[in-house]
């Protein structure tokens, strides 16, 4: 074999060609096994949600001799966020039609200060009454409410039910 017949166009040009083929494959196959595992095993493309907890505690030894004000709830988030709606409906009225009165419901009218919890029926910041002039219903005992949470673009819901009186 002759050494200038590798440094001939047409033998350097397959082997050439050959690795850009290859590499090419190399790297769609990264690319492609890399969007595979961020679609499959991370939450990029899943979108936001509140994280919702609660609590409901007495008001304390001075008002444990009323027993008739119910026991507050209290509603609260991993995270601080502007609120701008909050509505609590019952379950049930809710699974049999979407568009159920809610007991209390929330909305923004400009800027909602920033939190991490509320108690139900409490007026916060920077958010009045859907409807003016209306006051958050009591709730039942032994019944389950649905709450509905928008911070901006991120909503989030979460199932709770008032105990016994």
């Known amino acids: 074999m002759r050494l200038d017949s590798y ?6 040009g397959r082997v050439t060609k050959y690795m850009n083929k290859k590499q090419c494959l190399l790297v769609l196959l990264v690319v492609g096994l ?4 961020a679609v499959f095993f991370t939450d990029w493309f899943q979108p936001r949600t509140l994280r919702i907890h609660h609590t409901s505690r007495p008001r ?44 209390w419901h929330l909305i923004s009218d400009s800027n909602s200060v920033p939190v991490e919890a509320f108690t139900y029926g409490q007026m916060i910041r920077g958010m009045k009454p859907a409807i003016k002039g209306t006051h958050p219903a009591s709730l039942e ?3 389950t409410y649905r ?13 709770f039910e008032m105990g016994h009186k």
């Open 7 to 12: 440094v001939d166009g047409t033998r350097i």
């Open 60 to 103: 304390g030894f001075a008002m444990r001799a009323r027993r008739d004000l119910p026991v507050p709830i209290v509603f609260g988030f991993d995270e601080s966020c502007r609120l701008t709606e909050i509505k609590v409906v019952p379950l049930a009225g809710f699974q049999t039609n979407q568009n159920v009165l809610p007991l």
């Open 34 to 37: 890399a969007a595979v595992y």
């Open 147 to 159: 709450l509905f949470v928008v911070a901006g673009n991120v909503k989030g819901e979460h199932d």
């Open 141 to 143: 005992p032994n019944t």
